[in-house]
């Protein structure tokens, strides 16, 4: 190996390669929970500063014929970022400048390793923002926002990540260097952007972002409504978007939640509602005003026991601390915690909600529930100590209820975490196998020789040789619909 | 031919991919390519996929056959007063499937997005006969990879779709639109005034300007609630000169005005339509570089600018010697400034030097290694578009 490191150390310095041990550590896991997702660890660990260093360790992976994983801050729930396979991980942490900002066209152009939130924070004083917004945006990265398609709670009226990429620079797995543009609305040609976006690491290493930047609201409202019921406060959501009103945000959080949060950080959620709608609506200030009075009606006729509006921004950004902290004030009620992250139709909320309580009763279990209601993408929280016998086999156990339970009322396996390790089992529950062969044909396109985070997202055998060969040309459907070519 | 089924649709490929034949989907007609008169061209129509299915006004998501028309879809939504946000010429024409594959986006994109932003799923027939679907029924999806999105603005190259899922909207309570005419003004002065009435923060909906020989329109859309629209143009009308002559188009008009103005740039049946594109910063640069260019045609040249997504459509309804210098110029001025420009019309015969499809890209290969798996024996549009 010592020739590899050798290799590595001269195209990005001594200080951007990781190879002892102990160093590599801290890259073997990510924010999964270790049972559910399997750590390991890699060969070495690369930290470039450049895309010409990217490519430069791409084409040496490939000679040593390592497979490379690439990696943001590691706050990934699914496992995407750990080196199931060994190799080479390339961190792009290093890579975080901000390299334009046009306030005219509205875009940025970034390095993967800019964190989710600087770059927000970076363009507020010229009347914009990233809208994005995932619970780790402190610490998540943009490259790790483009690979998993990251949501977060103003995703109900903003969309997800891919509403927000314009173009990426890309280095493929044979080095060569790519930028995709898909500002050209429908003149482009293939919108590869699109493709990468949500490839979870597996079609090419992202060096460059272009970022749509999104105009900052002239007005903007936040809202409380507390409930007595789970079912009171799911009535309300379906009622509030039946009536035509598109918060910016719309998040509910259980009672379990609020005794962590609210001792926490004193946001003002009552220690006694089963549940909390935290309500966000922006715009033009007469809509807005009209717009909350509407919500106001709706929860109060949906059962409301409490119906508060922030009046200063002071206020405001109490009331998103409870929800953006909520996780880490979950270490109040148990030392460790498996946050779930499935997505149902919104219709089918409250079943859901019914479902994850009867689950956690079945498994003696804690669960929590902070999530998106708006749309529909929850996300249980089960409460464990690890140390303790038999609490993690449960929590797998009731995993697997829970993603059965959403799969059986229409939903899908993630809404913003992504499959990585964690879901490819279950992706066959959701797709058929020409599905399934769908996209390793364009995991294929991307990356033929599968040297691009490996052993992720599609279940095994896809990328084996024999289905490979299957996929190719007319063969694929004749042999499966037994229509023979002439 | 009008297959009924995925499995029909299947057959054809694969029996059209066993002779070399090419096969073209066809929804609406509206933007098929110009090389498709050949004999061996099979029209595989999508009429027979039109059902609606699985609406649920309160989950703001439904599965729509490619053959459906947006007409019929917008009637549909409308009775749960709900949309999907776009202004699409000939509607009882267009198909949804088209408006997918062709990537079709009107004005209402810079405060509504595209229908790429709406697509949450799709099912298809690939060129290789494969029967496959991706995506789902719901809002936010991070399951497996991104081909619903991959499919929007693919122009039929990877697959034949038969259905989409779509997010959609609510339907603004209510519109307005101001429209300001102008004399004597230019294009690149009428794209500083539009950045000048863009400047508040208050959302806009749309905004062209439109010209043709001396006058200038332009015209901005604002969607809301009554008391919010009615402010916001109020405010628009303040900010401009006392000397402008600006109406106010209200509710239906309003709606009325938009469709009009999609009907009438949607692509000609003859003379010169091109549609060039740049970062909007640079939507002035561009204004002037055109004028230039065009300064022996002006008097039949018209211009469409959307200063928001940086867009200029130009027609010219004489048509133009092509072989004109200043045409490479153009091309290549354009891509100085960051930019791509498109032949949507040209007289036929004409062989342009300008690539029809205007756009330089490294990506390109990687376009064709995702046909290549999509669509190996290329049997879908095979002779034209841009891989």
């Known amino acids: 190996m010592s020739s590899l490191i050798e290799q590595l150390i001269s195209v990005v310095g001594i200080q951007g390669v990781r190879h002892r041990p102990t160093d590599l550590l801290v890259y073997e896991y990510d924010g999964s929970v270790d049972g559910a997702v399997d750590t390991a660890a890699p060969i070495a660990v690369v930290l470039p500063t450049t895309t010409e260093q990217v490519s430069a360790v791409v084409k040496l992976a490939a000679r040593f014929d390592l497979p490379v994983v690439a990696r943001g801050a590691g706050t990934g729930l699914s496992g995407g970022a750990i080196a199931q396979q060994g190799g080479i991980i390339i961190a792009l942490t290093r890579m975080d400048r901000i390299l334009d900002v046009d306030a005219v066209s509205r875009t940025a152009l970034v390095e993967p390793g800019v964190i989710n939130l600087e770059l927000s924070d970076h363009v507020r004083s010229e009347g914009m923002f990233f809208a994005p917004d995932p619970s780790s945006q402190k610490a998540c990265t943009i490259g790790g926002n483009v690979a998993e398609n990251s949501g977060g709670p103003h995703c109900l009226k903003y969309g997800v990540t891919t509403n927000h990429i314009l173009g990426l620079e890309v280095v493929m797995p044979d080095g060569r260097i790519v930028w995709t543009d898909s500002t050209r609305d429908g003149f482009g040609g293939l919108d590869l952007t699109a493709a990468l976006v949500g490839s979870e690491g597996m079609f090419g290493i992202v060096t460059r972002v272009l970022v749509r930047l999104t105009q900052t609201p002239p007005a903007t409202t936040v809202m409380l409504a507390a409930f007595g019921s789970m079912e009171d406060a799911s009535l309300a959501v379906t009622e509030v978007i039946g009536s035509g009103v598109l918060p910016s945000s719309l998040e509910m959080m259980d009672n379990l939640t609020i005794q962590a949060v609210e001792p926490a950080y004193h946001a003002g959620y009552p220690l006694d509602a089963a549940s909390v709608l935290l309500i966000e609506v922006d715009g033009h200030p007469l809509d807005v005003a009209e717009t909350t009075d509407d919500v106001r009606s709706v929860c109060e006729s949906a059962g409301a026991t409490l119906f508060r509006k922030a009046e200063s921004d002071k206020e405001r950004d109490l009331l998103w601390k409870g929800r953006k902290m909520a996780l880490a004030a979950m270490g109040r009620l148990a030392p460790n915690y498996y946050l779930h992250d499935t997505v149902v139709p919104r219709s089918r909320l409250n079943e859901t909600l019914a479902s994850v309580g009867r689950i956690g009763q079945e498994h003696s279990l804690q669960i929590a529930n902070v999530f998106h209601a708006g749309d529909g993408n929850l996300h249980p929280l089960m409460l464990f100590d690890r140390r303790k016998p038999g609490d993690v086999e449960r929590v797998l156990s009731a995993s697997h209820d829970l993603i059965g339970e959403c799969i059986r009322v229409g939903g899908m396996l993630s809404g913003e975490h992504g499959i990585g390790t964690e879901k490819r089992g279950y992706m066959t529950k959701v797709f058929t196998d020409e599905d399934l062969r769908s996209m390793a044909g364009l995991k294929r396109a991307f990356d033929p020789d599968d040297r691009f985070n490996p052993e992720k997202v599609l279940p095994k055998g896809y990328m084996c040789g024999e289905v490979r060969a299957l996929h190719q040309g007319v063969h694929a459907f004749a042999e499966s619909h037994g229509i023979f070519p002439m | ?387």
């Not at chain 2, 490479?328 to 019309?345: P, T």
């Not at chain 2, 499809?357 to 578009?385: C, I, Y």
């Open chain 2, 1 to 387: 031919m009008t297959p009924t089924t995925e499995l029909e649709i299947a057959r054809i490929l694969v029996d059209a991919g066993n002779v070399g034949s090419n096969v073209v989907p066809v929804g609406g007609g509206l933007s098929l390519p110009g090389s498709i008169d050949s004999e061996s061209t099979i029209r595989l129509r999508t009429d027979a996929f039109r059902t609606v299915e699985g609406y649920q006004p309160s989950d703001l998501t439904l599965k729509v056959g490619a053959g459906t028309t947006f007409a019929s879809l917008a009637g549909v939504l409308a009775e749960h007063n709900q949309e999907v946000p776009i202004d699409v010429p000939h509607p009882h024409r267009a198909t949804v499937g088209g408006l997918v594959a062709t990537g079709f986006a009107g004005p209402r994109r810079l405060g509504h997005g595209t229908l790429k932003d709406l697509l949450i799923g799709c099912a298809f027939v690939q060129g290789n006969g494969l029967i496959a679907k991706a995506g789902g029924m719901v809002v936010k999806n991070v399951s497996g990879f991104e081909i619903p999105r991959l499919m929007h603005g693919s122009w039929g190259t990877l697959a034949v779709i038969t259905s989409v899922n779509l997010k959609v909207l609510p339907k603004p309570r209510t519109e307005g639109t101001l429209v300001v005419r102008l004399e004597r003004t230019s294009l690149s002065e009428a794209v500083t005034m539009c950045r000048h009435l863009a400047a508040p923060a208050a959302p806009i909906s749309a905004m062209t300007i439109e010209q043709g020989g001396e006058s200038l329109e332009i015209a901005v859309r604002i969607m809301g609630r009554s008391r919010a629209v009615n402010a916001q143009i109020a405010d628009l009308k303040a900010s401009l000169a006392t000397d402008y002559e600006a109406t106010v188009q209200e509710a239906e008009e309003s709606a009325a005005f938009w469709q009009s103005l999609v009907d009438r740039w949607d692509v000609p049946e003859t003379g010169i339509q091109v549609s060039i594109g740049v970062p909007p910063r640079q939507v002035n640069a561009l204004a002037e570089r055109l004028k230039k260019t065009m300064a022996g045609a002006s008097d039949q040249t018209s211009y469409l600018v959307q200063p928001g997504a940086g867009s200029i459509r130009l027609r010219n309804a004489r048509g133009m010697d092509e072989s004109s210098a200043s045409w490479e110029g153009l091309g290549s001025g354009i891509h100085a400034l960051g930019g791509v420009m498109v032949v949507e019309r040209a007289p036929t015969g004409w062989a342009p030097t300008v690539d029809r499809w205007g756009f330089e890209t490294p990506a390109r290969d990687l376009m064709r290694s995702v046909k290549r798996q999509f669509d190996p024996g290329r049997t879908l549009n095979k002779h034209g578009m841009f891989i």
